[in-house]
Every structure is written in structure tokens, then in C-alpha cells.
């Protein structure tokens, strides 16, 4: 009987050591997946504006396949960064992107939106200049009183830039208010400058590179000038987005900080065959053309993390103006970077 015992008990080990075995063998295999899958997501439909002729990091995000399952909605095109905010907040899109000055605006006014990604800004190769002719008498920004600039919108980047350009140039606020600021659609930008509607036209892109072919005009001062490098703006989300769907903003922010990324490091040549590309397969019936003119993101920071130094300093601006208060807004709560691939403490690269 006792041997009998000893022979049970030698193959119940023997049971539970080969079991254990083999689960340790699943799991270098990689079939024991459950605790590595992804969450499933809370919806799987986000809607965008996109803008005609451009592709954004949305899209591209989607095409390079860093969405999936996430499908993009496409509700039409934007004019202006503000514009594409206030359908976040009213709930009409999902995801929408401004300048950092807008987004503050909309934050202070406790519009229940947080930024997540920075998407656009400023380098050697993709930055914002203020033109005048070459026979033009403006030669300071004091030479701007009485003048009128054109501007694609009110109320972002380019009025932002403007107005520091003059304050750091000592134009009293006074004097800065008798610079008239016109919105003019980007593309009519130099007709009304050369045509002496406007003194001034901020250009940028295929838009500035074009003119400066034809000639007779020049930059009295660029973005760059007053900043260097850095990031202008970023995409936004509801605070309730993001609390109703956390997955799905985790998707969503990854993929496209991924996209950026993609950008930022891919030979531009590369990337604007992949702009064409998506332009055409998307068949809205749509200028291509300014995308051969593609030099780089100027997004400053990699796949866009956000810094409070970068929207502090729109902040300090706005407090100077006396749009805010003191202390009203604290930059890093105005921001998140948990849903971003390159966030802080998260090895991207092993996922």
C-alpha cells in the first residue's frame, strides 16, 4: 500500500511539473496572449475637418495602418484653426487642431477641452512670413502704424505673431491697435499685396515660395525670428471624449504621434509622394498641387509631446494683453501627454 502511495504521489509531481512546463513554453511562444492583447475600444468612428489640398497627420496616421481598428470619419473642411477647435466643443468632430493661443482662449472661456498632440509649428524650412513689397516704405515694424496686414483668421498664430513682433519693437498697445489686421483667404494673400489692398501679407508654404519665384516682394520678419523653433499649436479632444473613450483616445493620439514621427524622420521626398498619394485615392476633388512644395512638419518636439514651456509662452502673452489674469490658467493643466507613443516612461519601441 505505502509503495503504492509513493507511486500516486510520484506522478501527481510529475503531472504538475510537466503542466508547468508547458505553460512556460506558451509563453515564450507568445500563445498565452490574453494579458498583452489591447483593450477593445469604446467606439471605432472618429470624425475629422480635414483641409483641401493638405493632408493632415490624422490622415496620414490612417493610412500608415497605426489607426486600426479606429476609422476616420471625414464631416468636411476647415478654414481656420479656431474654426476646427469649436467643432470639438460643440461636439460636431472628435478631434480638431489650433493654435495654442485659440485653445487657451476656448480653456479660459471653460470650454471642456484638453490639447493632446502638438501637430504644426515653425523651422527653417515651414514657418510664417510678413511680406511687403520691394519698393514698399515699411521697413520697421513703427513703419506698421496706420498700415493694414493681412492674416488668414483673427484671433490665431498669425495676429499672435504680429502683435509680439510690434511689442517687442516698443509700439506702445495704443499704437499696436492702429494695425489693421485684415482676414484674407491664404491664397489670395499675394494678389492683395501686390494689387495695394494690404501694406503687409503673411505667407507660408508653396503660397510664400511661389511669390518669392515671381518676385518683388521680400519678408520684413518671419515667425522664426521672434520663437526659433517650436511647436504653434496642437489637436484637441473633450475632456468627456477622453473620460467616455480612453482607449479609443489612446489609439487615436498614438497613431497619429506615431504618424508625425514618421514625418518628422522620413526623407520629405517620401513624404510628399505619400501626401499625393492619399490625395488622390481620397477623391474630394482637390488641388494637389502645394504638396510638392512640402518641406517638413516644424513640429519641434518628437511625434509631438507637449511641453508647459511651449504653451507658457502664449500664456504670458495672453496675460501681458490683459486677456488673463494672473495665475488664471496653469499650463499644465491645460495639456496630457499620457495618450502620446512617445510619452515619458513608456518604452514605444517594445510594443
Do not use: C
Amino acid at each position: 500500500m505505502n509503495a503504492l502511495i509513493r507511486i500516486l504521489r510520484v506522478r501527481r509531481f510529475a503531472a504538475r511539473a510537466a503542466a508547468r512546463f508547458m505553460l512556460a513554453g506558451a509563453v515564450a511562444l507568445g500563445s498565452v496572449a490574453p494579458a498583452f492583447a489591447e483593450p477593445p475600444l469604446e467606439k471605432t468612428e472618429i470624425r475629422y475637418q480635414g483641409w483641401a489640398g493638405q493632408v493632415t497627420f490624422t490622415e496620414l496616421a490612417d493610412d500608415l495602418g497605426y489607426l486600426a481598428p479606429l476609422k476616420l470619419k471625414w464631416v468636411g473642411n476647415t478654414i481656420s484653426g479656431p474654426q476646427d477647435i469649436q467643432t470639438v466643443v460643440t461636439g460636431d468632430t472628435d478631434i480638431g487642431g489650433a493654435f495654442y493661443g485659440a485653445i487657451l482662449k476656448l480653456i479660459a472661456a471653460k470650454a471642456p477641452i484638453k490639447a493632446v498632440i502638438g501637430y504644426y509649428g515653425s523651422d527653417a524650412n515651414t514657418y510664417q512670413g510678413y511680406f511687403v513689397k520691394d519698393d514698399s516704405p515699411i521697413k520697421t515694424a513703427r513703419d506698421l502704424i496706420g498700415k493694414k496686414v493681412a492674416v488668414n483668421t483673427l484671433g490665431a498664430h498669425l495676429e499672435f505673431v504680429l502683435r509680439e513682433y510690434l511689442a517687442r519693437n516698443g509700439l506702445s498697445a495704443s499704437e499696436a491697435r492702429q494695425v489693421t489686421l485684415v482676414a484674407i483667404p491664404p491664397v489670395t494673400g499675394e494678389q492683395v499685396l501686390r494689387q495695394d489692398q494690404v501694406e503687409v501679407s503673411t505667407l507660408s508654404g508653396v503660397l510664400r515660395d511661389k511669390a518669392l519665384e515671381r518676385g518683388g516682394i521680400h519678408s520684413l520678419f518671419n515667425d522664426t525670428d521672434l520663437f526659433g523653433q517650436f511647436t504653434g499649436g496642437a489637436y484637441v479632444l473633450r475632456d468627456k471624449f477622453i473620460k467616455d473613450n480612453p482607449n479609443a483616445s489612446r489609439k487615436l493620439v498614438e497613431g497619429i504621434s506615431r504618424a508625425i514621427q514618421w514625418a518628422q524622420t522620413t526623407p520629405p521626398e517620401e513624404v510628399r509622394a505619400r501626401f499625393e498619394k492619399i490625395v488622390a485615392e481620397r477623391k474630394r476633388n482637390e488641388d494637389a498641387s502645394p504638396i510638392k512644395y512640402w518641406k517638413s512638419t516644424g513640429v519641434a518636439s518628437k511625434g509631438g509631446l507637449i511641453s508647459d514651456g511651449e504653451i507658457q509662452i502664449w500664456i504670458d502673452w495672453l496675460v501681458k494683453d490683459g486677456l488673463f489674469k494672473p495665475g488664471q490658467l496653469k499650463a499644465s493643466d491645460t495639456y496630457t501627454n499620457e495618450f502620446n507613443y512617445f510619452r515619458p516612461g513608456k518604452t514605444a519601441e517594445a510594443r
